[in-house]
């Protein structure tokens, strides 16, 4: 099967050092994008500038917020399969080949996620603090969404299905967790697989301190109460059955 294009959106506010190191990576990859698309999400430091200097596509979005970021990136993305990364992901030289590889390879998948560690800890810590972490996470988020989540680290989806559900995304709530309320839009009817292979390096900084942990619990609460209210999670996971029947018979 063809092998399809791949943008990769990174959403950027006031990081220009971290995006700089992340520019350098995927500029030698073994498959090259067919672009790199930064969303300049009203930074006060050279992100910009950085971003083009890096090779990379820049799009303004002055809404403050990942989501309305995110989302600007999504939808100016040319390639067939849109990937997610963040500033501070550091990429292995295979990531953009796997990525274009297991969608050529599985016709029938919508999206895939996949996992980390954490670059900035000391050696001993990196991969066991991110194990617990993203295994959590995912398990976590399994339970309240019926499938598997979405990691904005590293993720893609097809850019097809990114157009059938751009406007049922929560883009103009800057308190939500974008990956999380994709993964809710998504819906158990779509597949989403967790790739291992697809491996970045992040940043702890977002776990550092009371405050910053609050925060990200908080915004998880307000990420699931939105979406519930949409659809439950008892009758996500029936919907889920429903489509594991169909596929059994």
Excluded at 11 to 34: I, K, N, S, Y
């Amino acid at each position: 099967m063809s092998t399809p294009t791949v943008s990769v959106v990174i959403p950027v506010r006031d990081d220009a050092e971290a995006l700089r190191a992340c520019l350098r990576l995927l500029a030698v990859q073994t498959t090259p994008p067919l672009e790199v698309v930064v969303v300049d999400n009203g930074s006060s430091d050279d992100s910009a500038a950085v971003a083009r200097a890096g090779g990379a596509r820049v799009v303004p979005e002055p809404a403050v917020g990942i989501p309305s970021a995110a989302a600007t990136g999504y939808d100016a993305a040319r390639g067939e399969v849109i990937a997610r990364c963040d500033a501070d992901s550091r990429p292995g030289p295979e990531w953009v080949a796997t990525i274009a590889a297991t969608f050529a390879s599985r016709p029938g998948l919508d999206a895939v996620t996949g996992w980390g560690w954490f670059h900035d800890l000391p050696r001993g810590l990196r991969w066991p603090a991110a194990a617990a972490y993203l295994g959590t996470y995912y398990a976590s988020t399994h339970l309240a969404l019926g499938h598997t989540s979405l990691w904005g680290s590293s993720m893609a989806l097809r850019r097809s299905v990114w157009q059938a559900v751009r406007g049922e995304v929560h883009r103009d709530d800057p308190e939500l967790h974008d990956d999380l309320d994709l993964a809710f839009v998504l819906g158990p009817s779509r597949v989403v697989r967790l790739d291992p292979r697809l491996v970045v390096g992040v940043s702890a900084r977002s776990l550092r301190g009371a405050e910053q942990r609050r925060r990200r619990l908080d915004r998880a609460w307000r990420t699931l109460r939105v979406n519930w209210a949409v659809q439950p999670p008892w009758l996500r996971w029936q919907e889920r059955w429903r489509r594991i029947t169909r596929s059994a018979r």
